[in-house]
Each structure stands twice: as structure tokens, then as C-alpha cells.
């Protein structure tokens, strides 16, 4: 089951006053793409519909399209003019609550939400200009954002903005659909957190395995063609540890030292050497 559908079903869930169903039902109307047709894959939708437009105004056609079972809904003339483009004040009248009631008819009759664990975005599909300019308008009005295109000959409105997802599908009286896309928001910020924190372990993991090899191959270098004779005792300690244990840090190398010395003190006595064997290179034309 899609996304779109959860959402769908879930604004079907409602026990609405006959007032409040009649402006769901005009909503739907208005955005119907094919005049007087509807299909859906959702029994729950199938039933919540006919239940708006009277059971005897309307017939359900088990039907399959593109591939996908559903219901193909034929309704007969209902009590609403859906003509004239304008929205009509009889029941979007600039309350808050109508214009939800509306907004949830029309996205039960058009609208799409895609998975937000894959992608954020949620559209309306409008067959006509002047419907898609009305109900953008509408929509922005209302406190919300969406943008306006033409897609293949139909009138699209979107927003691929996380939060106006969830405000819209709030707006519409899908709570729990809401929650899920800030629930996956979250999710999404914490596992990318949670990768940020593991490549920045590794980039750091690797640099400090590249620092010891160099350090060893410095003390290999030294041992080879001169001797830890040239060392001074404190180097000689420090080169004989790290040339045993290349997995070692610096702060354990420096607990390993008699008298125990600090990461910094291990650091700069290791650059030493490392500034001994490359004098010795160049002294040698390697």
C-alpha cells in the first residue's frame, strides 16, 4: 500500500456533520481530473465517497487500470455547481476549517504524498489553468506554500519542503500521516548525523594509520643506514616503542614511557626523529 493511500484512508476515517461532508464532497468535485469519473485502488475510499454523494448518485465499477485493481467510481449530477472555476463562498467562506474540509475533498480526488522514508513531496493534479491558479491561491493563502507547473499537459501543484508536507496534511486532518514525514525528518537527520560522525572516525582512523607508517618507515630508515646510535636515549626509547606497536596512538605510546610523557611530548619527539631521517636522505641522495 502507497503512501498516498495511507493518507487517503486516513482522511476517510472522519465523522463529519452533513455540512462539513457536503464541502469534503464539493472539494472533491472541483479537482476531479476526468468529469464525473474517479478511480481509486482504496476499498476504504471507494465506500468513504459514496457514502458523500449518496450511495444511489453513484456507481462503483471493480475495474483494473495500469496494472492495479480498484474501483472506478461513476457519479451521477449532484447538487453542486462545479462549472465556474471560482471557488464558491457557499462553502469555502475564509474560515480555516472549510478551507481544510475543501483542501481534503480535493486531495482525496488529486493529490499524491510520496514515501517520505524515499523522497519529500506532495502534489495536487488539476485539469484546468484556472482551477490550479484558484486553488494555488487558496492553498498559499492559507499559511502554506506550494508552487505551480505544468507537467505533460496537467496543472501540478507541489512543495517538496518537509515541513509544508506536514502543515498541509495537518491542515487537511491527516495527524498521523503528518507525524510520519517528521518522524522520517528525524530519522533522517540522525542517521545522517550518525554517518557524518562515523566518516569523520574513519577519515581520522586513517590519517593517524598513515602518520605511524610514516613515523615507522622514518625509524626503519634510521636503523638501516646509520644506527639508533645517533639517537639521543629519550628518541631511542620512543623509536624502539613505535617500531614495535605501529597501532598504537600517541597517548599510549606515551604511557609506555618511563617516565610517562604527555601525547604532545610523544608528538614533537617523533617529528624529531622524522626531521633526522629526512637530513639523513638528503645527506645520502635518497
Do not use: W
Amino acid at each position: 500500500m502507497s503512501f498516498t493511500t495511507d493518507v487517503k484512508n486516513e482522511l476517510c476515517g472522519f465523522d463529519l456533520s452533513h455540512k462539513d461532508e457536503k464541502i469534503v464532497m464539493y472539494g472533491f468535485l472541483y479537482c476531479l481530473k476526468e468529469q464525473m469519473e474517479y478511480f481509486t485502488e482504496s476499498e476504504a475510499v471507494k465506500d468513504y465517497i459514496k457514502r458523500l454523494a449518496g450511495d444511489t448518485r453513484i456507481y462503483a465499477e471493480p475495474i483494473q487500470r495500469r496494472g492495479r485493481d480498484g474501483f472506478l467510481l461513476k457519479l451521477n449530477s449532484l447538487d453542486f455547481n462545479i462549472n465556474n472555476f471560482e471557488i464558491s463562498s457557499d462553502y469555502v467562506d475564509g474560515r480555516d476549517e472549510n478551507t481544510g474540509l475543501f483542501l481534503r475533498g480535493a486531495f482525496l480526488a488529486c493529490g499524491i504524498a510520496a514515501n517520505p522514508d524515499k523522497e519529500y513531496h506532495l502534489e495536487f493534479s488539476v485539469g484546468a489553468k484556472e482551477k490550479s491558479d484558484r486553488l494555488c491561491r487558496l492553498i498559499n493563502e492559507s499559511g502554506m506554500n506550494v508552487r505551480e507547473s505544468c507537467r505533460k499537459g496537467k496543472y501540478i501543484l507541489y512543495t517538496k519542503d518537509s515541513e509544508g508536507i506536514s502543515d498541509i496534511l495537518t491542515f487537511i486532518g491527516a495527524m498521523i500521516s503528518s507525524m510520519e514525514i517528521m518522524n522520517a525528518k528525524i530519522f533522517k537527520g540522525v542517521r545522517n548525523n550518525v554517518n557524518r560522525a562515523v566518516n569523520c572516525e574513519s577519515a581520522n582512523i586513517e590519517k593517524t594509520v598513515a602518520a605511524s607508517r610514516k613515523q615507522v618507515e622514518d625509524i626503519e630508515y634510521i636503523a638501516k643506514n646509520k644506527g639508533f646510535g645517533v639517537l639521543t636515549e629519550d628518541l631511542k626509547q620512543i623509536a624502539e616503542i613505535r617500531r614495535e606497536n605501529i597501532e598504537l596512538s600517541l597517548s599510549e605510546i606515551g604511557k609506555l614511557l618511563n617516565p610517562e610523557i604527555s601525547r604532545s611530548g610523544v608528538y614533537h619527539r617523533l617529528k624529531r626523529i622524522g626531521e633526522i631521517a629526512e637530513r639523513l636522505r638528503h645527506e645520502r641522495g635518497d
